[in-house]
């Protein structure tokens, strides 16, 4: 049986899911040593494929990391957005509550 030949790729580190966690890690770990090789590996399609919890991530520690974050979300907010959660039920859209800006 014929050998499979296979490419390989060298990493300092590698970073499993980039979900906040991951991206974070792999941020923190290139301002420290720009010189590290960090890979992040995600399964989904893109960053944010799998993000299913519905849990409200405050996205200020992101922000410390690289400021640059914060300016490209704030660009990427569309001017319907109110800060308010629906719930679609039998009777129609209802609002339940206002969202509590981000914490600074």
């Not at 906040?20 to 893109?46: F, T, Y």
């Not at 922000?63 to 569309?78: G, K, V």
């Not at 308010?84 to 609002?95: D, S, T, V, Y």
Request: hydrophobic share 40%.
């Amino acid at each position: 049986m014929a050998e499979i030949e296979r490419e390989t790729m060298e990493y300092d580190v590698v970073i499993v899911g980039a979900g906040p966690a991951g991206l974070s890690a792999a941020i923190r770990l290139k301002q420290l040593d720009p010189d590290c090789n960090v890979v992040v590996l995600e399964k989904g399609s893109e960053v944010g494929a799998h993000i299913l919890s519905g849990a409200v991530l405050d996205p200020c520690g992101l922000d410390a990391l690289d400021p640059r974050l914060e300016r490209q979300r704030r660009a990427a907010q569309h001017a319907g957005d109110r800060g308010q959660f629906l719930h679609a039920g039998r009777g129609g859209q209802a609002a339940h509550a206002q969202l509590r800006p981000c914490r600074r």
